[in-house]
């Protein structure tokens, strides 16, 4: 009996030196600003607080980022004057760290009355309980975790549940290994330093330095850079874009499945080439998307091309004026089906459209638009998009599309979907770039 209990107080103080349990708290009504770097808080009559563009705070060994918001947001995502301070109304909170993310609970208002958390809300992994009314809580195993936000969310605090495993020694400390190659290091062993180089393929994380190196033998993933100094969370210090040769050296750790070299150090870095966007059709666009989780987004760039199904819609605001992007519809046929959905994409040159050149594109036209690809989801319901992207060439026209509208003048009418119209009836409609109402 003496001996069974030894080895298995044994075990546990086994498990509990190979890994860290750490709880950390983000306390936005405590320290918001100052979290974010903010001049200070919004109010009724101040703006200091509010997020112009994403802002990262960082406690212990983890960071949130939090965006401006999305296109067309009236009210931005911000630092509130009244608690709960932390107040978004779009947008997404990408958490990442060090070690893993097994909870986090998200505190609203202590009054259930007044708490706020939009049921639109989604997790790009793990599961979400909306069961609690002054609080949530997300659970799963992850490093990074992206937090879509569907609208009107009110936090207090944040509190993260991390667990670190024990990193392996360096079995030869000041000792560079034997260069090897990404195969040896995908059928290798963990615990071992492997020494490999190769082409930065895509780049996960630009704090921490989450990458992908391939060689002719395979494809290794980076999990954690340091910097000239031998400090983390400084990747971008080192200026590696994708594209660039690079040389490295660190532990092998067999993460969920995943072969990663963790908090590598960097040997060499021979700057590359940017690799084309490659260009595709609807169908491979719509392939991509159905391999991606709910709510996540492309690394990789694209062009997909494809005839418009739609009227497309350039969105207005209260005043009629156009924010500058279009939304639309976009099929591998004329009038065809499976569709891809083009949200919030721009003219040439990332240019906002105008009064003059909305009627450049209209339905049965033939396409190209570069933009990442999204599984967007909300409400249960899937659509596959095209995100933010811009025109590319429209029926093969690749600039001065704008020549057939250059003749509009000041009694040149439109209605509020971007539409010529010849002969208005009663309604609302944009004539001269003025909202109007023809009786």
Not at 173 to 186: D, R, S
Not at 340 to 351: C, H, P, Q, S, Y
Request: glycine letters at 10%; hydrophobic letters at 35%; charged letters at 20%.
């Amino acid at each position: 009996m003496k001996k069974t209990l030894r080895f298995s107080l044994l075990s546990m103080l086994m498990m509990l030196t190979a890994n860290t349990f750490a709880q950390t708290v983000f306390d936005f009504d405590a320290n918001g600003k100052e979290l974010f770097g903010l001049a200070g808080e919004s109010s009724n009559e101040l703006s200091d607080g509010d997020f112009t563009e994403a802002k990262t705070a960082k406690v212990g060994n983890f960071s949130i980022t939090v965006s401006a918001g999305v296109e067309g947001q009236k009210t931005p995502n911000r630092i509130w004057s009244k608690s709960p301070k932390l107040r978004m109304y779009g947008g997404s909170m990408t958490i990442a760290g060090t070690e893993d993310i097994k909870t986090v609970v998200f505190t609203l208002a202590a009054n259930a009355s007044v708490a706020k958390w939009n049921e639109g809300n989604s997790a790009s992994v793990g599961s979400l309980d909306n069961s609690a009314v002054t609080s949530v809580t997300w659970t799963g195993n992850t490093r990074e975790l992206t937090i879509n936000i569907g609208g009107n969310t009110q936090i207090s605090k944040i509190t993260i549940n991390g667990e670190a495993e024990q990193k392996p020694d360096d079995p030869n400390p000041g000792e560079v290994p034997e260069l090897t190659t990404c195969a040896q290091v995908l059928a290798g062993t963990d615990g071992t330093v492997y020494h490999i180089k190769g082409t930065c393929t895509e780049i996960k994380n630009t704090l921490y330095g989450n990458w992908m190196l391939k060689d002719e033998t395979g494809e290794v993933f980076i999990f954690g850079t340091l910097d000239a100094q031998g400090n983390t969370k400084n990747f971008s210090s080192l200026g590696i874009e994708v594209g660039d040769v690079v040389e490295v050296y660190g532990p092998r750790k067999d993460y969920n499945g995943t072969i990663e070299l963790v908090d590598v150090t960097v040997l060499s870095i021979t700057k590359g080439s940017t690799p084309e966007v490659q260009q595709i059709s609807v169908a491979r666009a719509l392939e991509i998307i159905n391999g991606l989780e709910d709510g996540m987004t492309t690394n990789e760039v694209y062009q997909v091309k494809g005839f418009i199904v739609t009227d497309p819609d350039f969105q207005r605001r209260d005043d009629g004026s156009l924010y500058g992007n279009v939304n639309m519809d976009i099929a591998d046929q004329v009038g065809g089906s499976p569709v891809l959905t083009v949200f919030r994409a721009k003219n040439f040159d990332n240019m906002q459209f105008t009064e003059e050149t909305i009627s450049s594109i209209e339905e049965g036209d033939e396409v190209v638009i570069e933009g990442k690809l999204q599984k967007f989801v909300k409400n249960d319901v899937t659509t596959p998009e095209l995100t933010n992207g811009h025109l590319i060439s429209v029926n093969g026209k690749t600039s001065g599309i704008v020549s057939v509208s250059q003749s509009a003048n000041a009694d040149t009418i439109f209605d509020l979907q971007g539409r010529r119209v010849a002969q208005p009836t009663k309604g609302l409609y944009i004539i001269g770039g003025k909202k109007q109402l023809v009786k």
